[in-house]
């Protein structure tokens, strides 16, 4: 499974937006990007995923560089509430992925500030 | 309306006795999963059951028993409790073959062995 590596750590003033780098150099052709975060004691929530083309949601936007060997999720305006643990994982397609697992690495620490 | 959801939330107990997690998904997802959470804050997948077939048992001692009565439940038992299972144990659920479904996870249960 290709391996990830964001900063440990990062803050951004609330209402600016927040951009979280990941890089992912041996990602393979196969293989999605999925963010996640995990605001204290709860689950991991489900932000966004992409293969190639950059994503939107209600949440957040992925941009994927041309070559894939990196990603940046972007939080527009950031609040309080996005304070959390952002991982960002890569995924193979469930064709090639057993079980579906997702792996988790230690993922950056968003601190959003008044 | 939760969709992913476990019982107890919080487990206290002593060493050597033996107790079980329940999980329910209310997403018709076909695919279940067992995550545990060290102190260390590391998020590690144990089982994987789809179609309540076992597809990933990551290497988890015998003690812990993850077992599907349908599709919408998977439920897991520990035996024996040791210190070291101490942690944050989720559940997850997605639905295999389509497009890369993300997995959703449950708010987690807090076990303590004392």
């Known amino acids: 499974d290709a391996k990830t590596t964001q900063p440990t750590s990062m803050d951004c003033a609330e209402g600016r937006a927040a951009n979280l780098p990941c890089n992912h150099s041996?990602?393979?052709?196969?293989?999605?990007v999925y963010w996640y975060r995990q605001i204290h004691s709860q689950g991991p929530q489900y932000i966004i995923h992409g293969l190639k083309n950059n994503e939107t949601n209600e949440m957040a936007s992925l941009i994927i560089t041309e070559d894939r060997k990196s990603s940046t999720l972007i939080l527009p305006h950031a609040t309080l509430r996005d304070t959390a643990v952002y991982y960002c994982?890569?995924?193979?397609?469930?064709?090639?992925?057993?079980?579906?697992?997702?792996?988790f690495g230690q993922g950056t620490e968003l601190s959003v500030k008044p | 309306d939760t969709a992913v959801s476990q019982t107890p939330k919080y487990l206290v107990t002593q060493m050597g006795n033996d107790k079980s997690i329940k999980c329910e998904q209310n997403?018709?997802?076909?695919?279940m999963y067992w995550y545990k959470q060290d102190s260390k804050k590391f998020l590690k997948i144990m089982f994987s059951y789809n179609n309540k077939e076992l597809i990933i048992n990551e290497t988890v001692p015998n003690r812990f028993s993850p077992k599907s009565p349908d599709k919408a439940h998977l439920n897991l038992h520990i035996n024996s409790l040791e210190l070291g299972d101490s942690a944050v144990y989720f559940c997850?659920?997605?639905?295999?073959?389509?497009?890369?479904?993300?997995?959703?996870f449950g708010n987690g249960t807090r076990l303590t062995v004392t």
């Open positions: 997403l018709g997802h076909d695919t």
């Open positions: 994982i890569v995924r193979p397609d469930q064709i090639y992925n057993q079980g579906g697992k997702l792996i």
């Open positions: 041996t990602i393979s052709g196969n293989e999605y």
């Open positions: 997850a659920s997605s639905q295999s073959g389509s497009y890369n479904s993300p997995l959703h």
